[in-house]
């Protein structure tokens, strides 16, 4: 005999198998799904549960004052490093020559774990002198004299995995003119400003092209469990002055267009915006909020300028995003 009573099915009740991973969940869903779950533990575990949520609120407080402080020690010592940045650009440009001491260097002796030297590797002959034309090859358009260490910045960047990348063919050309890059950080507010210079150029009128990363070490009383260290939340680039017929940002394209009611064809140019590594300082402008792309953050985001050291910060949102990069409007931060 059946009642109207609705019965629940055992497939209703039973445990999902991402609840083990609750990563593949987005921060909102996970919050939801673990509240209920936690709802339905034994009135003394819920305490005990409430109890660890307050001593992780207070640890994420004091982890945030250590990640301030941390930022703090970084000003202090991007200071100590300037002057070995500023002895860098001045053998990469040219304007001076390394020191006796400095212009000799010996590989340091590789060691394993136990901290003993290693044994040399027998060198193969043949390999080697192979290597060394393709070197005097690569190299043959070198002056023997010449100053500085020509396209520097250049290799730097395509022998950066994730930095090569974001470089294109029609951007080298351009990066050939990168002298120096350089840092310069604000305490208030937390920020820091990398800084492109550039010789004077076919390409732009400027010198100098600009990028400031704003950071903030705050935690989101609405989810304070979501705090992993300092974030990127903001940058601001800068216009670029192109030479005429130079923008490398954007590509001429020829179509054909058809008149509406004569039915005439003609052929029409214009220009539409392409990838390019110069898309990084697009003017500032007001965008959706959207996560920073962690790639160019890892790369670029967190001061490689000054020491050539990449870090990591923490990218916007608690999901992986899935918005395709568009040439034209460039995700990796949110611009204002």
């Not at 260097?105 to 002198?129: F, L």
């Not at 020829?254 to 009611?261: M, N, T």
Request: aromatic residues 10%.
């Amino acid at each position: 005999m059946t009642t109207g009573a609705k019965t629940e099915s055992s497939s209703d009740c039973e445990v999902p198998d991402f609840l083990d991973s609750p990563g593949y969940l987005d921060a909102m869903s996970r919050r939801y799904m673990m509240k209920q779950f936690i709802a339905g533990l034994p009135e003394a575990a819920q305490k005990r549960v409430n109890a660890l949520k307050h001593l992780q609120v207070e640890f994420t407080k004091l982890e945030a004052k250590f990640f301030e402080e941390v930022y703090q020690l970084e000003c202090k010592y991007q200071q100590l490093y300037q002057p070995i940045v500023d002895r860098r650009k001045e053998i990469v440009i040219g304007t001076a020559e390394p020191t006796e001491t400095e212009a000799v260097w010996v590989d340091p002796p590789r060691k394993n774990q136990d901290g003993e030297e290693e044994e040399e590797e027998e060198e193969d002959d043949e390999i080697n002198e192979k290597l060394k034309k393709m070197a005097l090859n690569y190299h043959k358009d070198l002056p023997a004299n010449g100053q500085g260490i020509p396209n520097f910045w250049l290799m730097v960047f395509k022998n950066t995995e994730a930095m090569a990348e974001l470089i294109h063919p029609h951007d080298e050309p351009v990066l050939e003119h990168l002298r120096n890059l350089n840092i310069l950080y604000e305490k208030e507010p937390m920020s820091y400003v990398i800084e492109f210079h550039f010789d004077t150029n076919p390409y732009f009128k400027d010198t100098v092209l600009t990028k400031r990363y704003f950071l903030r070490c705050n935690i989101d009383n609405e989810d304070p469990f979501s705090f992993e260290g300092p974030e990127i939340y903001k940058c601001t680039g800068c216009p670029i002055n192109w030479n005429p017929g130079k923008n490398v940002t954007v590509k001429t394209v020829k179509k054909q267009q058809k008149h509406k009611q004569r039915g005439a064809t003609r052929m029409i140019t214009k220009t539409e915006p392409t990838e390019s590594f110069f898309n990084f300082f697009s003017p500032p402008r007001v965008q959706e909020d959207e996560p920073v792309d962690p790639e160019t953050q890892f790369v670029i985001g967190r001061a490689p300028a000054a020491n050539n050291r990449p870090k990591q910060a923490k990218r916007r949102g608690g999901g992986g995003g899935g918005k395709k990069k568009d040439a034209a409007n460039p995700a990796e931060c949110q611009q204002q």
